[in-house]
């Protein structure tokens, strides 16, 4: 991808722990196009949070450790980099929306103090105008009564506010990648199609660069333009959103559609997937979703899959197209 402004390249991050080495992320590898959404899918349990908060050298070592891979922003590798350097190219260049509003915020400060404290660590304002900056940011977030807003603690705000004013924070110094993980995930479904509605202004206005990560497909057809799906700790299927939906190559994707409902259907019961994610401590040979696959064969239970090309944009790991 010529116009990428992040590339991911073989990112393994590992949490030595008593009972064994965790490898969380194994091998995930993306680019993200400049103006682009990319939706990381897959399961809980596959890798996909931890893929990000590796991007942000903010996994907790010990005892995760990004043990090999490269993650490029602008031709510089972020796995190299000084936590000095770190500090001030997050919340600044890249920000993340995180998936818990509430243990995210600071219980003790108002929501105004954080979206301040965080103008001011990165951009040269004064108070007055880091504080008029927050409060457009919340009216932007569609967000009422941005006074009460402002001098209110995040216990006194819903579950939908609370992540709302995560948004407008993590859009405080106009990043050039915002992170979004699963961030409709603790909302109802009025409040998650209204921050879906933010995040594709976000994009269509600020032409900015998105992963978005979801175990909801039906999420990424609303929002995405490519989408990298892992399991194992490995990205598994890379394709436009449109590929990704309407001709999925590898088993594990084709599950994950099944089980969206359809109201066409008159069944009493949603499809699933059998079985469970593969313990990242005892990952299994081979292709790591062969014990769950209906379509497993003798080389799955014995060889990883290697890459396979499919169309220019369209990549799949999986022995069925060998």
Known sequence: ???????????????????????????????????????????????????????LGLIDSPPGRIVDGEVRYNNLDLVKCSSKQLRQIRGKEIAMVFQEAQSALNPVLTVGDQIIEQIRLHLPMEQREARARSMALLEEMGIPSVERV??????????????????????????????????????????????????????AKRQMSLIFITHDLAVVAQVGDRAVVIYGGKDIETAPVSEIIGNPRHPYTVGLIECLPDISQSTDRLASIPGTTPNPIELPQGCSFHPRCPKAMEICRQQEPPQITISEEHKVNCHLYQ
């Open 1 to 55: 991808m010529n116009n990428a402004i992040l590339k991911v390249t073989n990112l393994k991050a590992y949490f030595f722990t008593r009972r064994g080495v965790v490898k969380a992320v194994d091998g995930v590898g993306f680019e993200l196009g400049r103006g682009e959404c990319l939706c990381l899918v897959g399961e809980s349990g596959c890798g996909k949070t931890v893929t990000a908060l590796s991007i």
């Open 150 to 203: 402002m001098s209110s603690y995040p216990h006194q705000l819903s579950g939908g506010m609370k992540q709302r004013a995560m948004i407008a924070m993590s859009l405080s110094c106009d990043p050039q990648i915002l992170i979004a993980d699963e961030p409709t995930t603790a909302v109802d479904v009025t409040i998650k199609a209204e921050i879906l509605d933010i995040f594709r202004e976000l994009k």
